[in-house]
């Protein structure tokens, strides 16, 4: 029986508490919210559970192997290094910290410990999303040219980070999930419509290795609520709906082909260029909620001492690419280079075999 205890019981955190508590061979001990009204909730969820407004409490909990981290990314930092130091398993939601330093930091301190640090990257627990990457890299649709995606709805408003910390770090950590690689550099723009300091729209577009461009636009300022993502290969196309629950994965056989050999074509090279509109093919996704994947993994890795595929490093270069936005923002819309990483995230995930 594996013990987990959570802090950070607001819109997020009571999905992972039910998450964890559906798993056998697991109980939730202890809930920590600064918000009692937040923890009177969770005593009516589950009766008999433990609560507290002191993190200490939770994280010095002996019978406790890890801890869930789902409070605002201001306090990842602090309370996951807490849990560290006291010997805990960690599953922190994302962005796993505001900087790169303290992601290293923390990457290191779990390494050293010998423990597992797990960030709540979701969408790699989709399998509409792992479908995808299985169409890429079985090289039916050639190489990448570019990936759009689209994540916007009105509201939820952050109060804490800007639209593209709460929205795109899902859509970076998918790109470098697919290309198996970090971004190198991106130019975002990004506005704040409701008077505030965070932009409630951002648009960024970022390069990937051999000049595959990757564009993100999130807003929580938007009539309407998308998640979807459109990757155009040389030979075919494939649009991810997340909001479409029966077929989210349709593959297009569709590409512009370019032809050399005809009475267009001229001394300069030029080409005729041919519209090719196939068929539409719709893949058959196997059901299964990301959430709980993502916890039955998080258990899994802590009892076979296995390395998440959500791991610190892919979430690092996640933050790397965030803070990177922020910067091009701010220098309006100059490119920022990504600093390459010393050891790849996305490179660790290959490692791993997903
Ligand atoms: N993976 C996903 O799809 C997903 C979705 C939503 C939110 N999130 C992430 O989850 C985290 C929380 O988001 P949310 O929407 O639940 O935020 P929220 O503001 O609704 O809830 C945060 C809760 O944490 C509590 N809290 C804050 N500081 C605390 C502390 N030091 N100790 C104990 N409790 C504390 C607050 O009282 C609040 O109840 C964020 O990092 C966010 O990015 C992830």
């Known amino acids: 029986m594996l013990t987990i205890n959570c802090i950070g019981a607001g819109r997020w955190g009571p999905n992972l508490i039910r998450g964890f508590s559906n798993l056998p061979d ?48 201001q306090s990842h930092y602090a309370l996951t290094k807490q ?80 639209a593209s910390w709460d929205l795109a770090a899902h859509d970076i950590s998918i790109f470098d999930y697919w290309l198996n690689a970090p971004a190198e550099s991106v130019t975002a723009r990004g506005e704040c419509y409701l008077h505030r300091p965070l932009d409630d729209v951002v648009v960024a577009s970022y390069t990937y290795p051999d000049n595959v461009l990757a564009c ?49 074509a001229d001394s300069f090279g030029a080409a005729r260029m041919i519209i090719r509109d196939g068929d539409v093919l719709i893949p058959k996704i196997a059901a299964g909620e990301p959430l709980q994947a993502e916890c039955r993994h998080f258990v899994e890795c802590i009892m076979e001492g296995q390395e998440p595929i959500n791991n610190a490093a892919a979430a690092t270069q996640v933050v790397r690419a965030l803070v990177a936005t922020d910067d091009s923002m701010r220098a309006h819309g100059a490119e920022v280079s990504i600093e390459a990483p010393v050891e790849s995230g996305a490179q660790e995930l290959v490692a791993t075999g997903i």
């Open 26 to 73: 697991v109980r939730v001990h202890m809930v920590c919210d600064l918000n009692e009204q937040r923890l009177e909730m969770v005593r009516q969820r589950i009766p008999g559970i433990e609560t507290t407004t002191d993190p200490h409490a939770v994280i010095d909990d002996r019978t406790a192997d890890a801890i869930v981290v789902a409070t605002p990314v």
């Open 83 to 162: 849990a560290l130091d006291a010997g805990k398993h960690v599953l922190v939601e994302k962005p796993l910290c505001g900087s790169v330093e303290q992601c290293a930091a923390l990457s290191t301190l779990a390494k050293t410990r010998g423990l597992v640090l797990a960030v709540g990257h979701v969408f790699l627990f989709n399998n509409g999303v792992r479908k995808v990457r299985e169409l890429i890299h079985s090289g039916d649709m050639g190489r990448v040219h570019y990936i759009y995606a689209t994540r916007t709805n009105l509201g939820p408003i952050r109060d804490d980070v800007n």
């Open 216 to 264: 993100a636009h999130t807003s929580w300022l938007n009539p309407k609520k998308v998640r979807e993502i459109t990757v155009v290969g040389e030979k075919k196309m494939i649009v991810w709906d997340d909001m479409d629950l029966i077929e989210p994965v349709r593959v297009y056989d569709k590409s512009v082909n370019l032809e050399r050999e005809s009475e267009y």
